[in-house]
């Protein structure tokens, strides 16, 4: 009689590693649940972008990637410090992001003995936090003539470039 006893009372768990796997994914189901639920409503079929005004969203897709500007060649270039003030002071007067203050001697010595023409390249092409200057309002010779600005502030002695001969 008491077999039969046991048999009405006992359950699907027999086993402690039965019950520990019932308890957890009794917990982590839940949670999966919940993130695909997430999942489904953050990425369900939304209207595009500019779907409400049709005419200005496909002139935005379709509209070409390059553009041309037309500088005038003859202006004057840009003093260094003109264009440090326009191009460069944002980080550099504050030292944000790594970027060495300006006339911070310690800071700069390392990157003035690596040459002009070196950080002029890490100005044009960028490096690490800061993005490239090469190709924007000013020339690659006013950018040049900032980074002497900057490296001479520090005691560097680099020549200011002069300006292409056309």
């Keep these: 009689m008491s077999d039969s006893l046991e048999e009405a009372h006992t359950g699907p768990i027999k086993t402690p590693k039965t019950f520990a796997w019932v308890v957890f994914l009794s917990f982590v189901g839940p949670i999966f649940i919940i993130i695909g639920l997430v999942y489904y409503v953050v990425t369900a079929n939304k209207p595009a972008a500019g779907a409400a005004n049709t005419a200005e969203s496909v002139a935005a897709r379709i ?23 326009v191009q460069c002071a944002a980080c550099h007067a504050a030292g944000l992001a ?32 800061m993005g490239a200057q090469g190709g924007g309002d000013h020339s690659d010779t006013e950018i040049g003539r900032a980074v002497v600005y900057m490296a001479n502030a520090a005691g560097a002695k680099f020549a200011e470039p002069a300006a292409p001969s056309n």
């Design 98 to 129: 790594g970027s060495p203050k300006l006339g911070d001697k310690t800071a700069w010595s390392t990157r003035i003995k690596t040459g002009y023409e070196a950080l002029l390249n890490s100005s044009l092409k960028g490096k690490n936090a």
């Design 63 to 85: 509209e070409r990637v390059g553009t041309v500007q037309v500088r005038d060649a003859n202006r004057p270039l840009k003093a260094g410090e003109e264009v440090y003030k």
